[in-house]
């Protein structure tokens, strides 16, 4: 006598780019250190990195003023050697962020000495050097803005790759986010920016979202602030500007924060190729109530990664084939057995290229 086979398929079309958008991604137990261009961000990140799809990121700080945020200025202060220390000894500590003052306290050996304190209790620790925008930005000209990028993608060959040949074992990410403010400056020049009218309130403070810089030093308002953010997220997160709901600034909404982060983004994402956290994983559920059935599972994802499946305990045995092709990824995976009511998960995650 045959039994009937009955043929069940579930297709799955989605893109890995929408499904990030909607799995979080796992933060990080981070020390940030540095001076007030960096403070204002690392508090912002603490607050919206969930609402921006990051879970779990704690950031512990610890900050000074000026060039005493410097690596070298915050080894040289005690009270800040041992705040860190007691931090970095308990062996919890899985990035640690430092920034860029000047060539004189943000040496190589400067930053060394922070590496080299942090693993010795965590061994797998990251690192995330952040770099701002220069002091006294009232003081720049249309004409300044492309040496200023430069000399700020510059310190990656003189600063980020010997970092990275000393610690090949640690991921050393770059920031540059200064870049962000230098974008915003450059819209401002081309009066593309609306709301705003000043570069900044030099020779005093002032907080209007008027001015993209509190004072003559270059202390950040709102917008430079949340740019900056943004540019963090992406760097450190892979968080997708382009994917989140509108980041605006209160009294500036036709500010399209989102468009700035994505340009920047695209800028510094060579420099950090492979450093970023994997993609999360798909995680599919099925339910059946048969017996025998020929149960057939496909999806199609547009990335360049090879993907493998992981199922749980209950299954039975099954095969599984997978195919790249110019679209993307497509695979399939298929069981003949008897289910009786079952409920099956399946878990489709990135897996390195065998190449």
């Given at each position: 006598m045959m039994v009937p086979i009955r043929l069940l398929t579930i297709t799955l079309l989605f893109t890995l780019v929408a499904f990030s958008a909607d799995a979080a991604v796992q933060g990080y137990r981070g020390l940030f250190m540095g001076h007030s261009f960096f403070r204002p961000s690392a508090q912002q990140l603490n607050q919206l990195s969930a609402e921006w799809g990051v879970d779990g990121h704690i950031g512990h700080t610890i900050f000074r003023g000026g060039s005493n945020g410097s690596p070298l200025k915050l080894w040289e202060d005690s009270e800040v050697l041992q705040d860190a220390t007691d931090l970095l000894s308990g062996g919890q500590i899985e990035l640690l962020a430092l920034t860029y003052y000047s060539a004189e306290n943000s040496r190589i050996e400067d930053y060394q000495q922070w590496f080299d304190l942090a693993l010795e209790s965590n061994p797998e620790i990251k690192f995330l050097i952040t770099i701002p925008w220069t002091l006294g930005p009232h003081r720049i000209t249309p004409g300044d803005l492309e040496g200023?990028?430069?000399?700020?993608?510059?310190?990656?060959?003189?600063?980020?790759?010997?970092?990275?040949?000393?610690?090949?074992?640690?991921?050393?990410?770059?920031?540059?986010?200064?870049?962000?403010?230098?974008?915003?400056?450059?819209?401002?020049?081309?009066?593309?920016?609306?709301?705003?009218?000043?570069?900044?309130?030099?020779p005093s403070s002032n907080s209007g979202d008027e001015y993209l810089f509190r004072d003559a030093t270059g202390h950040a308002n709102d917008l430079v602030t949340t740019l900056s953010t943004l540019t963090w997220a992406n760097t450190l997160y892979g968080?997708?500007?382009?994917?989140?709901?509108?980041?605006?600034?209160?009294?500036?909404?036709?500010?399209?924060?989102?468009?700035?982060?994505?340009?920047?983004?695209?800028?510094?994402?060579?420099?950090?190729?492979g450093l970023l956290p994997p993609e999360p994983p798909l995680l599919v559920r099925a339910s059946f109530n048969t017996t025998r059935t020929h149960i057939t599972l496909s999806w199609t994802g547009t990335s360049d990664s090879r993907y493998q499946i992981e199922r749980s305990p209950d299954f039975g045995s099954g095969s599984w084939t997978l195919v790249e092709t110019a679209e993307g990824v497509n695979g399939e995976m298929t069981w003949l057995d008897t289910v009786d009511g079952a409920s099956m998960f399946f878990r489709i995650v990135p897996q390195a290229s065998s190449d």
């Open positions: 200023l990028r430069l000399g700020t993608l510059a310190l990656f060959d003189s600063l980020i790759t010997p970092l990275r040949q000393r610690y090949p074992n640690n991921a050393v990410i770059f920031c540059p986010y200064g870049l962000g403010a230098y974008e915003l400056i450059e819209n401002f020049f081309d009066g593309e920016l609306d709301g705003v009218e000043y570069l900044s309130a030099a968080v997708d500007p382009t994917e989140l709901d509108p980041v605006r600034v209160t009294n500036l909404p036709e500010v399209d924060l989102n468009s700035f982060a994505y340009e920047v983004g695209q800028i510094v994402m060579p420099y950090n190729e």
